[in-house]
């Protein structure tokens, strides 16, 4: 699907002024245009190197609607393609995880070898019944290999992949959103890195519209008033509410890229400690100690903390309490695909690790008793936008409209007060751009868009 | 001979008994009576439901999410189990306001081992259907097995042990705000 016109667009979001059509929510073709202009064009999350540990290891994953096999090859390359055979169609993996030399299609038996000592591209078709007799010298093995990413790239144990070779650098995506990033995944004794993934991805199906998630979790305070019945029963690690105390949060939003949080500004010294995941006293001990090796370990470096955020245009994640990654996968306009990934730090004590992942299974996910109340109220505003009627009544996003001041230190940030709606402009006047078909050189004004991507090695 | 006859009356009895109890059971969640169904639980409960992954037959093992160390759809005791039936009575939980229907179905109930120590525990298994039906049109159906061990406690059966095999991959329903 081709992009959508500026003068569509216009009348679709007015960011300036806060407002914008339930039609992006509900509109088959504007759906099918956002495969192609947001999905296909954007750095997507794919997984995580813990999923694919050892060579010839595999994960499926998915990049907007399509299937993609997430592998690690003999030679330790980690490599994504599109998750179905180039003769048929077939999807060629309908494992969820495992293990394989080669992956060969149930079908008409067509096989794939991702493995450099074989073949010279990773992807080739190597296998193919009645080679010989049915094709002769006709058949191309190279120019019928599987559909390889271009762009995959590791991040802390995150993986990424991008379907456009013009594409920009992951770090140029991300810009200094990095930063609320690696709150989520360095160690938190403030270490680069050293965050793991619990084993099992919770997935479940939603009937919404997957830039409602998206715009959620980019820092919307505003509904905390949604989650009373949780805050009442108390299921935080401390025995009250559902988290541990937090100190005061701002919208923080990237502009120019469509990112933003709830988090801190940028601060030089750790705040004192607060006790954590008290009603576990060993955990408790354990995080005090934690909270010595931070102060130790980033001494008057600038460092930020977040509760939630989203990275454009689909990759969700909670850095603090708890902490974990929600990918939306689209799959139409009013049905979402939930991913979710549970993070702990590596090295962590065993108890810490249960008490995080029992505090983590009833916070989030479909049984979660937080994100269950969020389930139906995304549920619901689609379910009632789908109409005629509904359809000519904007979506409202005027809270703190104006109230945008640049956040000193991190660059191209704004920060518009706590209660905001400014991130939620943002973001979607980066889809707007997207959708309107602008080529890289606009998208990224202020980077360049040549720079040769990093590879995964 | 009389004993043999003997053995399967009490066995026959204990079934039935057991029977009696999962009806009982499924008769207080669909009727909503939640904090009556805490009762029915022992303070050391274990209340887990794994993940099922699509994985190649000959690598069963990995088919299900482990327990106490993997992610689970849920993995909990008495402490959760009663914070859910709390805020399900706070009236300001959404996704069950207004109350969801539910039926509770359980057949093929087996007892897979009986333990006549102190206090007597049977190790059981069943089949369970699990309708929910909510506001207009959405309908939710769970199907799958579940393994149970249930301990004779002084006031009678508990349930001290729950493992639910829901029989999905991709959760189908937008969330899990029912009891099974």
Not at chain 1, 413 to 441: C, D, H, K, L
């Amino acid at each position: 699907m081709g992009a959508i016109s500026e003068q569509e667009i216009r009348g679709l979001v007015d960011a300036a002024n806060g407002t914008v059509s339930r039609d992006i929510f509900v509109n088959q073709a504007i759906f099918d245009a956002e495969l192609e202009q947001v999905f296909a064009r954007s750095w997507l999350f794919v997984g995580h190197e813990g999923l694919i540990p050892k060579p010839e290891d595999f994960f499926a994953s998915r990049m907007g609607k399509d299937p993609v096999i997430l592998t690690r090859n003999k030679q330790g390359e980690i490599l994504v393609f599109l998750n179905s055979c180039t003769h048929r169609g077939m999807k060629l993996c309908r494992y969820d995880q495992g293990n394989a030399r080669a992956f060969t299609c149930p079908y008409h038996g067509w096989s794939f070898s991702t493995n450099r000592d074989i073949v010279d591209e990773p992807g080739e078709l190597v296998g193919v019944p009645h080679f010989e007799a049915g094709y002769g010298d006709r058949l191309d093995r190279k120019r019928w290999g599987l559909a390889r990413c271009p762009n995959v790239v590791v991040y802390k144990g995150t993986i990424w992949a991008n379907w456009d070779s013009e594409a920009p650098s992951f770090l140029d995506w991300l810009g200094d959103m990095r930063h609320y990033l690696d709150f989520a995944l360095d160690h938190r004794d403030g270490s680069s890195g050293g965050s793991e993934v619990i084993g099992g991805v919770q997935k479940w199906r939603v009937k919404t519209n997957w830039k409602i998630v998206a715009e959620n979790f980019i820092g919307d305070m505003y509904h905390d008033i949604s989650h009373r019945s949780v805050d009442t029963v108390g299921i935080g690690p401390g025995g009250t509410g559902r988290r541990d105390a937090q100190r005061p949060r701002l919208a923080i939003g990237f502009s120019d890229l469509g990112h933003g949080v709830l988090g801190e500004m940028p601060h030089s010294a750790e705040p004192d400690y607060a006790p954590t995941f008290a009603s576990h006293p060993e955990v408790e001990a354990y995080y005090r100690k934690i909270y010595d090796a931070k102060v130790r370990n980033l001494g008057d470096q600038p460092r930020v903390t977040n509760s939630v955020g989203t990275i454009f245009p689909n990759m969700s994640f909670h850095s603090r309490q708890p902490r974990t990654i929600l990918i939306t996968h689209p799959i139409s306009p009013t049905e979402v695909e939930l991913w979710r990934f549970y993070l702990v730090d590596a090295n962590a004590p065993q108890a810490v690790k249960d008490a995080a992942r029992h505090y983590y299974l009833r916070y989030s996910g479909p049984g979660g008793m937080t994100e269950t109340d969020d389930l139906e109220n995304w549920t619901y505003a689609i379910g009632s936008s789908e109409g005629a009627i509904a359809r000519r009544h904007d979506f409202n996003y005027q809270l703190a409209l104006g109230q945008a001041k640049p956040v000193p230190g991190l660059q191209g940030a704004v920060q518009s007060g706590t209660y905001s709606e400014e991130n939620q402009r943002i973001f979607y006047r980066r889809w707007a751009q997207f959708m309107s078909g602008m080529n890289w050189s606009e998208l990224m004004p202020g980077s360049d868009a040549t720079e040769e991507v990093a590879h995964a090695r | 001979m009389l004993a043999d006859q003997q053995a399967a009356m009490e066995r026959l009895l204990l079934h039935r008994e057991i029977e009696e109890f999962m009806s009982t059971e499924a008769e207080l969640l669909d009727s909503r009576r939640f904090d009556d169904w805490l009762t029915l639980l022992a303070p050391d409960i274990r209340y887990w439901m794994p993940m099922m992954r699509n994985v190649h037959s000959t690598n069963a093992k990995d088919e299900f999410t482990n327990e106490q160390a993997e992610t689970n759809w849920m993995d909990e005791g008495l402490e959760t189990l009663t914070q859910r039936v709390r805020q399900l009575a706070t009236g300001i939980h959404w996704a069950e306001e207004p109350v969801s229907r539910t039926t509770h179905m359980v057949s093929n109930v087996r007892l897979l081992d009986v333990r006549n120590g102190t206090p007597r525990e049977v190790d059981t298994s069943c089949r369970f259907l699990v309708y929910r039906n909510r506001q207009q049109d959405e309908a939710d159906t769970f199907i799958g097995k579940r393994l149970d061990t249930l301990r004779h406690a002084p006031e009678g059966w508990v349930i001290a042990r729950r493992e639910i095999r829901l029989d999905q991959n991709v959760l189908l329903a937008k969330n899990l705000t029912t009891f099974f």
